[in-house]
Structures are given as structure tokens and as C-alpha cells.
């Protein structure tokens, strides 16, 4: 055999070698990287359907620069930043494997009907995606974990690399925004006033500090306090109370004024005592949210007495 023949049977070997990378090559990646795939500034809607035993389906809607959350009767707006780490979760999605591919392996990974979480997500009325995501395995000695899923159009089931689809199962409740006031770090205010029940405590700033009544206080203490506002957060939400019946459950009511804020600020308190958390705050930078507490907490931060607020007895 002859260098020529020999230099035409290379040129055929490596011909085959280079289509086979091709072809070859192409389905692995479509396979890692294709799999859900969405362009996020495209979408406009999000419905999901958590998995059993708390199912619950929420829709996520884009309205203008914003999102509405919404579930049953309650509509609210959803946090910016939960929505980005939804759709970058989705986008970070990259498969591993298929772990099966026959119907009667699909609740062995929490992936048969009604069975995982399943998302559908639209560009108006373009259905883009549809997949279930369903259980996740966490390798102790690799620290590395896998979460399944599957398209509902499908039967095959992927093994997903990450954690990114833990966030996909979340209830209605992680989209909302959890603020019950929100103050510039800087604001001043110059009266506090603190009612519950049958008691009131105003607080007045003057040049010599914070005063109640003729007595001087522990500024630090006053101040300490005011800084609550900066970002008081609510912990649960009090879907469930009725506010058309809330004059007759009204416990107290904490107002702050300033100059910068000639409306004042608010949280109205109402105690209803059915409820497995009694106390319910509406604030007035927020008056459609309402959120739960006992005696702790929300309740525990806001609801004060002079003793809290006078100077601390030095010690011999």
C-alpha cells in the first residue's frame, strides 16, 4: 500500500471522526443546555402548582416594570427580587442525565400528575415552557445535589445539576413583599406616641433630648426605636381578618410625626383573640397587607411602656 493510499484512507477516517464529533457533539448540548429554554425579558406570566400536601396555584403576572402575585382571592404586588431569582433559577437550569424514560418510573421522582410542582410559563398567550419539578436527592459525602424533572408534553425524566429548582416549589407567601414600614435612615421625627387599650405614651423631642411629660428619657433608647421603622417587617400574613369588622378588635396604635413626614406614619394594632396569633398590624404606609403576631415579635417590638424608654440606674 502506498503513501497515497495511505493519505486518503486517513483523509476518510478522519472525515468520519469529524461528522461523528458533529452530530455527536450537537446532541450534547442540546441536552445540557436546552432544555428549558426561555428568554426572560419575553415573559409575562408564570403559573405554578406546588406539590402536595400544600398545593396552592399562583400566578405571577407582569404588569407594566412590576409583578402582581396572586392566589385565591388575594392580589398583591410581588418583590422584584423574588421574581429575578425565579426566572434566573429557571435560566440556570442545566440537565445531567435522563434518569428514565418509561411512565411507571415517574412517582419514583415525584414527577407524575398532581404529583410535583408544575410551572407554565407564558409571553402572552404563548405557552413557552411546561415541566414538573419533583424530588430532589442530596449526596452527603459529594455535598452535590439533584432534583428531577420532567416535561409535561414527556415521559422522560432529567437530572437537574443544583439546587436551583428548590426555590421553583415556594408558596405564595415568598413572592410578597413583607414590609410594614419603610423610613429613610436619616428621618426625623420629633413625637412618638404609643396607645394600647386604655394607656397612651407620647414622646416629645426637645433641645435637651427625648422627654415624657417632665421627665428626660434615655435618648439612645427613644432612638433605638425609631430605627424599628427604617424596615419593620411583618413575619405572617393576616389574610383571614376581617378588616370591615376590625373597629370592633382595635387594641392600640403607634404615630410618629416629623417635618419630614407632615402625614405622620402609623401601625394600627388589633387583638382578636379566635386567632392562633391574636395581635393583627395594619400600617399606613401600607394599608392593604395585613400581618399576624403574638405576644412576641411584631407585637413585642412596637408596643411599649415608659419603663422601656427611661435612663438604665447606674451601678455602684
Known sequence: MNNKTLFFIFLGLLA??????????????????????????QVTRIIINTKPPASEEITLQREGNGWIASSGS?????????????????????TKYIAANSEEKLADYEVAENQGTRIQIFAGETLLEDFIS?????????????SYIRLSSGKEVYAVDGFQTLTLGQGFNSYRDRMLTNTPPNM???????????????????????????????????EN?????????????????????AANFRFGKVSLKGPQMPEGLSVDIYRDT????????????????????????????LVKGIADFLPTPETE
Open 16 to 41: 468520519i471522526y469529524g461528522l461523528s464529533q458533529v452530530f455527536t457533539g450537537k446532541r450534547t448540548s442540546n441536552f445540557d443546555t436546552e432544555l428549558i429554554q426561555v428568554d426572560t425579558s
Open 74 to 94: 388575594v392580589n398583591t404586588k410581588a418583590t422584584a427580587t423574588a421574581i429575578q431569582a425565579l426566572l434566573s433559577n429557571i435560566r440556570l437550569i442545566q
Open 134 to 146: 419533583g424530588r430532589f436527592a442530596f449526596d452527603q459525602q459529594a455535598q452535590t445535589g439533584t
Open 188 to 222: 426625623i421625627f420629633e413625637e412618638v406616641t404609643i396607645q394600647k387599650e386604655d394607656d397612651s405614651l407620647t414622646l416629645s423631642k426637645s433641645p435637651t433630648g427625648w422627654m415624657y411629660e417632665n421627665q428626660l428619657l434615655d435618648s439612645m433608647k427613644v
Open 225 to 245: 426605636y425609631l430605627h424599628l421603622f427604617t424596615n419593620l417587617r411583618g413575619e405572617t400574613f393576616a389574610d383571614d381578618f376581617d378588616e370591615l369588622a
Open 274 to 301: 379566635s386567632r392562633i396569633n391574636p395581635f393583627v398590624f395594619q400600617s399606613s404606609q401600607k394599608p392593604e397587607t395585613w400581618f399576624d403576631s403574638d405576644s412576641t415579635g411584631l407585637f413585642q417590638q
